[in-house]
């Protein structure tokens, strides 16, 4: 009785593993994604597009609050930092005075700005990119 247990166990067994290794035949991947129906390889091409594209969009932001000027409180004047993967985009400063508050927008290019920045807009874009 044990024996014939024994054997009916190994041809289930063995009927399994026939079972596993068709199925692994049918859904191995290759590298060159020829054995997925042709939506699904358009649809990896189409989100590799956009992964690329999302890269171009202001994905780095960092405000640095700060008193510009000595008579002042409350730290209303700010430097925003609006940056790409690639570190372009712009740094926005509004200095805020007792009377006016006056607004500023510099280019950047990769993490750098051709205009001299003031210490607080290098830190946003230093805080941007980390």
Known sequence: MALALAIVALV???A???????VL???RARADGSDLPG????????VAALRAEA?????HL??????????????????LALLDDRGD????SSIHGRSEARTYAKSVATWKSEQQLSPEESEAI???RA
């Not at 399994?16 to 068709?22: E, G, P």
């Not at 985009?89 to 926005?92: K, R, T």
């Open 55 to 59: 890269g171009l969009g202001f994905r």
């Open 39 to 46: 939506d699904v390889v358009g649809l990896r091409r189409e």
């Open 62 to 79: 960092a405000v640095v609050r700060y008193d510009a000027h000595a008579d002042t409180g409350g730290h209303l004047s700010w430097s």
């Open 89 to 92: 985009g712009v740094v926005v």
């Open 25 to 27: 035949r049918r859904t």
């Open 126 to 128: 230093g805080a941007a």
């Open 12 to 14: 289930l067994a063995a």
């Open 16 to 22: 399994a593993l026939a079972v596993a290794v068709q």
